[in-house]
């Protein structure tokens, strides 16, 4: 079983909707929660990154949100652009694991016209 | 752009072959991980190195090896290639005990 876990596994949006990517994971204690945005055969590109003492980070239209009780972070994305087609993966920083990073397997996102 | 270059971009091998891919960190940054990340799956962590030494490792056979230069470039090196080792294989770099990674552009292999 997946130590961080996504949902939806994909999605499909029209162009200026919005929409809400969930991340459950179980891997405890840890440092921070990330997320990634990847396009296709690219590496990874950091949109945030929140402590477990944090509870939301905005990076423009991109707003994360960490619940460290239920262990659930969500990301919300306004006002989608074509270009907001990607994976968007939850990552998480073990704690004391010399920042060891444990991924989920991601949201593909499409945005269409 | 994240400074971190990868090479080369592509590349295809049979299997039971070797391979070495290149990583050069970010200006500055002391670590570098390796990540193997299989078609539609998140990133895996292979290995962490800092200062030229091994600095953690995630659940690979040693087969998959590597090494830190002291420029803190680096390579991972990968013997007997298996079919499952086809994978975007990615380097991020970072400072020691600083909060963020940086991803390079990967290098895509796939073994025939």
């Known amino acids: 079983k997946n130590q961080v876990e996504q949902s939806p596994q994909s999605l499909i949006i029209l162009e200026g909707k919005n929409c809400t990517l969930q991340c459950n994971y179980t891997v405890s204690p840890f440092s921070n929660l990330r997320w990634y945005k990847q396009d296709t055969g690219r590496g990874p590109v950091s949109l945030t990154i929140m402590t477990f003492s944090e509870n939301t980070k905005s990076n423009g239209r991109y707003t994360a949100t960490l619940d460290a009780d239920t262990k659930q972070s969500s990301l919300h994305i306004t006002a989608s652009q074509l270009s907001d087609s990607a994976s968007y993966i939850c990552v998480v920083n073990v704690t004391g694991g010399g920042n060891k990073l444990t991924f989920g397997t991601g949201t593909q996102l499409k945005v269409e016209l | 752009e994240t400074g971190v270059t990868q090479s080369p971009t592509h590349l295809i091998k049979t299997r039971g072959q070797q391979v070495t891919l290149r990583c050069s960190s970010q200006?500055?940054?002391?670590?570098v991980s390796w990540y193997q990340q299989a078609l539609g799956q998140g990133p895996q962590f292979i290995f962490q190195y800092y200062r030229e030494e091994e600095n953690g490792r995630g659940n690979f056979p040693p087969r998959f090896s590597g090494l830190q230069f002291p420029n803190y470039s680096s390579e991972l090196n990968v013997n007997a290639l298996e079919l499952d080792d086809s994978a975007l294989y990615l380097c991020?770099?970072?400072?020691?005990?600083?909060?963020?990674?940086?991803f390079g552009p990967g290098t895509r292999l796939t073994v025939t």
């Open positions: 200006s500055g940054h002391n670590t």
């Open positions: 991020a770099s970072s400072r020691r005990g600083g909060q963020e990674q940086y």
